[in-house]
C-alpha cells in the first residue's frame, strides 16, 4: 500500500523559509520519480517541483524557481522541498506524489502572512 506522509509546514513570515518533508513507502522508491504539488482551496493542484529518480534532474515551476529546492534521499525514501524567500502567494496545502500512483497523503499546510 502505498503512503506518503508531509510535514515540516507551518506559519511563516513573508520572506522566511521552510523545509518541507515526504515519507514514502510501499512501493520500490528509487525507481520512481516524484512531485511536490500544492492546492488552495477553489484552485486545482498546482505542479510546485520534481525530481527524477536518482535525483540528477530536478525541475520547478516558473513561479517558484530561483527560491524552492527539490531533493531526496533514496536510502531513507524521502523527498524535500526546501522553500526560500516565501511569498504570500507561496500559500497552500502541499502534498508530495508518486505520479505513477493514485495516492496521496494529508499534505502539509504552508501559510506566508505577516
Known amino acids: 500500500q502505498v503512503q506518503l506522509v508531509e510535514s515540516g509546514g507551518g506559519l511563516v513570515q513573508p520572506g522566511g523559509a521552510l523545509r518541507l518533508s515526504c515519507a514514502a513507502s510501499g512501493f520500490t522508491f528509487v525507481r520512481y520519480i516524484m512531485r511536490w504539488y500544492r492546492q488552495v482551496p477553489g484552485k486545482e493542484r498546482e505542479l510546485v517541483c520534481s525530481i527524477t529518480s536518482h535525483g540528477s534532474v530536478p525541475s520547478c515551476a516558473d513561479s517558484v524557481k530561483g527560491r524552492f529546492t527539490i531533493s531526496r534521499d533514496n536510502k531513507q525514501n524521502m523527498v524535500y522541498l526546501q522553500m526560500n524567500n516565501l511569498k504570500p502567494d507561496d500559500t497552500g496545502v502541499y502534498f508530495c506524489?508518486?505520479?505513477?500512483?493514485?495516492?496521496w497523503g494529508q499534505g502539509t499546510q504552508v501559510t506566508v502572512s505577516s
Open positions: 506524489n508518486n505520479p505513477n500512483y493514485d495516492a
